[in-house]
DNA sequence: GGTGGCCGCTTCGGAAATCGAAACGGAGGA
DNA sequence: TCCTCCGTTTCGATTTCCGAAGCGGCCACC
């Protein structure tokens, strides 16, 4: 539940995602991150740290700690998911395709579960 | 990224998460978010609606479309995530304070879901 | 030596999101 | 009838977020 919180706030995922590909300093970072308040990037950078999620370099970039690293990879599948997602609500706006696929997206069987959810961790 | 805007508000992941277990009404679903505020319940219920991950039964429950449900189940590896991340920055939590461990916690977890993470674009 | 650019980071006022509680009409049970 | 729970809306107060400016420090360049 600690973690629906410190991911949910507003540039938290997004900093985790931009990080990915190695350490960024403050402003580079801030950049990537569509430009948003520094004093907000503080904010999440701090939680982060705080939760050991990223650590500072010597020389003061950030970068994902192997935990961090960890929730990054768990994001996978969420991005997967967007991707099907957008082609659903929004077929004709990023990338249109010729072919039909996009039309069934929605795949009953795959989730596996006729029954709902039960037990699970919570 | 879209996405990471959808679930960077402050409560979309928890309804998300909450509605997982079967459709629940308006009262009962704000009960389980923490009595989270009706006004802020409504906004993010409408913003689900509208990206098709939620809909409405005629009783007028709210339940998880089948894209819904696959978002939660992308959602999965991060809860797995969260366990381990809880017990590496606060192991008195469930598990004494034995720094070295980092043990699994003795949850027999049923979150096997059959989608398990394949490490692809990294 | 001076200037300019980028850096990490902080401060501050205004805008937007969120909260918390009250209220509405409706359905059902005692 | 009264009382409870329901979905939903409204409104003022609080929290968060934004956006821009500014601080000192580092280094390249002229």
């Known amino acids: 539940m600690a973690a629906l919180d410190l991911f949910g706030r507003r540039w938290s995922l997004r ?3 931009e990080l990915r590909a190695g ?3 403050f402003r580079p970072l801030q950049k990537r991150c569509d430009d948003m308040s520094s004093s907000v990037m503080r904010q999440r950078l701090t939680e982060l740290l705080d ?3 990223i650590h500072q370099l010597p020389d003061s970039r950030y970068e994902l700690t192997p935990l961090g690293q960890e929730a990054r990879h768990a994001l996978n599948p969420l991005a997967r998911w967007a991707e099907r997602w957008a082609a659903t609500i ?3 706006g990023s990338d249109h395709t010729d072919d039909q696929s ?6 009953p069987d795959t989730v596996g579960d006729g029954a709902p959810e039960r037990g699970s961790a919570d």
Chains 1, 2 share one sequence.
């Open 51 to 53: 939760a050991q999620v």
């Open 15 to 17: 900093i985790l995602w």
């Open 90 to 92: 929004d077929p004709q």
């Open 23 to 25: 350490p960024l300093g």
């Open 102 to 107: 996009a039309s069934r997206v929605s795949h």
